[in-house]
């Protein structure tokens, strides 16, 4: 066997590993995407994620940045993520079709202590050097990711009860350094998502409805609807890194849009009473295939990362996501007496902005600060208990050690502050006729642990 067959056949053993290790792993972030790809970049708030060489996590951010490492690496990422965010003053009305009166019926969770789930994101990378300026390497990661729950009796409980949405992303990618200023990279990625979303029906409204008066006490006679479907898209990555001079570096990443069409099913629980009477009646609310198409968006990054002395060194980064594509949460049924299921979200284009410093006193020890403002997508008129999202503040710090020339070891902690999000979902959107509308304010907050190890061989 050949050098360079040797090394793809180490690609693909360490390929095997990344796989193995990485269960889908869902996060609450900003929008539902997932940064927590680095623990090496954690540190300074993703300041470096498109111009890093520490390691090659950042190969997720610009795929170039692989052409500035020897040898071969693997490396492993673990993000934990904690998110904290109450529900409070919650109130809902019933449509005036039904009688109007508050939801709940002095039943209803008007107050949630947390909604938010903690996770496990990891994220695992391989890298070879087949040649003297090319490098193949494979990254296995989830960059995209939502959990959230509430209880059956909630007073929101007709807009979201469980939503969960999990990615895995394989990506195959190669990097070149063209000469001592340039290097280029290039990826394919395949993507694979899955959705699981559950929400109460109001059958007392339905059945109470003047238009199809079955009888029914609006709020006291629901049922359930859960969706679970999943797909696979591709998609691809570009990068590229100037040097103009020793100590600079300007990074520039892209990763393109994949379109999903999750295919699944829809299955409904009528509860008791009146929801068997309106499934009859007018052939809805029967289990059946179903589909939701929703264009993961693509993002832009663009840093620069510029050397003080030998130990200092002060990084930026800006990042594009086109959320724009993401206007409504549309549900089709193979059922032809159902009617779609539509949320709308109209979100809007985001940013995303960094600084960043590390402070290198010895070889075998870096230490890491950071700052960053996260641009919530999500606007206030259409924010939704599925994803309360709302802008984001970070602030970082992080330190790697080298015990061995072959290992590395990160740790990073990221605090994320937000605003207090408030919903407000009224009436005068049709799609609430049976939701009924829903106020309340979201207090969040978000921790973040990222451990990463490296090996080079």
Known sequence: MGRSQARLRQLFIFSGLAAATLSPAVSWAAGFAIKEQSGSSQGHSFASASTGIED???MFFNPSLMAFH???????????VIPQSEFENGSGNFTPLVGGGAIGNGTGFTGLDDIGKDALVPATYAMISPAENVRLGLAVTSPFGLVT?????????YHALDSRLTTLNISPTAAFK?????????GFVAQYANAKLTNAIDFGSIGGNPLLPLGGTPGAEDGRARLRADDWGFGFTLGLTVTPMEGTRIGLGYRSQIAQTLEGDADFDLGSGVGNTVSAVTGQFVSSDAQASVTLPEQVTIGLHQDITDELAIMAEVQWTHWSRFQELRIEFDNPSQADNVTLESWENAWFFALGGTYKPTPDWTFKLGVAFDQSPV???TRTPRIPDQDRYWISGGVSYDPYEWLSVSLGYTHI???????????E??????????????EASIDII???GKITF
Do not use: C, H, K, M
Not at 429 to 442: A, I, V
């Open 149 to 157: 729950s509430n209880p059956e009796g909630w007073v929101g409980r």
């Open 70 to 80: 020897e040898g071969n690496q693997f490396v492993a990422v673990g993000s934990f």
């Open 56 to 58: 090659i996590s950042t």
């Open 450 to 452: 990222a451990l990463q």
């Open 178 to 186: 063209v000469n001592d200023y340039l290097a280029v990279g290039v």
């Open 379 to 381: 606007p206030d008129s």
């Open 417 to 427: 502050f937000l605003p207090d999000a408030d919903i407000d979902l009224g009436l």
């Open 429 to 442: 959107d049709s799609n609430n006729t049976f939701r009924g509308s829903l106020e309340g304010t979201y």
